[in-house]
């Protein structure tokens, strides 16, 4: 059964700190990996899709990594910005059977 | 090009009573899934379907919860006879190929039972 674990649980940082956050999984046969935000009271928003054959993808300041081997993915954002603000979730694809999410990071960057 | 359609964004119900929330996929998408998040907790995978049939349920509780998604129209999660534990966002994702390309997800449906 896939397990997803995120570290830090909550990550509080001044503005402008560029920072990365973890994300482990216990079983490396996945399909992709998919990075969301999440702000409260609110859906979620799709940041970065990792697809198994590749292990890096790239948006603006935020790029995410996967080593499948070791089971980790980072999503590292740089000069991190009072909207950054949320909490960010980590999930992989089970051969497009479904998600697995992990709990989450709660990030607050502050001004 | 709307993305995954959900409603309603708030539901009310009394305990005993049905609730029914819609999914709308985005344009192009057969694949839909449904989420369940329980305050304080992730998301928890419920229900994968494509058109007219369920392909994966395991994450259904086994009692007053069902899912459908017909040839026309949304795809709609019924839970009958709510309880207080039902209070929780439901959210709908939806997918072109069945994860090639990811998922979409919707705004979520915020259930709360009195």
């Known amino acids: 059964k896939q397990e997803v674990t995120q570290i830090p649980a909550a990550l509080s940082v001044p503005e402008g700190e560029n920072l990365v956050l973890n994300c482990s999984f216990t079983?490396?046969?996945?399909?992709?990996l998919q990075w969301f935000r999440q702000d409260p009271g609110k859906g979620l928003t799709s940041l970065l899709l990792i697809q198994s054959s590749q292990r890096e993808q790239t948006s603006g300041r935020l790029n995410a990594s996967l080593d499948k081997s070791s089971g980790r993915s980072t999503l590292y954002i740089a000069a991190s910005q009072p909207g950054d603000s949320a909490t960010y979730l980590c999930?992989?694809?089970?051969?497009?059977?479904?998600?697995?999410f992990g709990p989450g990071t709660r990030l607050s960057v502050l001004p | 090009n709307a993305g995954v359609m959900q409603n309603p964004r708030h539901l009310v119900r009394r305990r005993g009573q049905e609730a029914r929330l819609r999914c709308s996929p985005m344009?192009?998408?057969?694949?839909v899934y449904w989420y369940r998040q329980l305050p304080e907790e992730g998301l928890k995978f419920m229900v994968y379907?494509?058109?007219?049939?369920?392909?994966?349920e395991s994450g259904m509780p086994k009692e007053r919860f069902s899912a459908e998604f017909p040839k026309e129209g949304p795809s709609i999660l019924r839970i009958q006879q709510v309880v207080r534990g039902d209070s929780a966002a439901y959210f709908c994702?939806?997918?072109?190929?069945?994860?090639?390309?990811?998922?979409?997800f919707g705004s979520g449906t915020r259930l709360t039972v009195v």
């Open positions: 379907l494509q058109k007219e049939n369920i392909i994966d």
């Open positions: 999930a992989v694809d089970n051969y497009g059977q479904n998600f697995v």
């Open positions: 994702a939806s997918s072109r190929t069945g994860g090639d390309d990811g998922y979409t």
């Open positions: 079983d490396s046969a996945i399909y992709n």
């Open positions: 344009k192009g998408h057969s694949h």
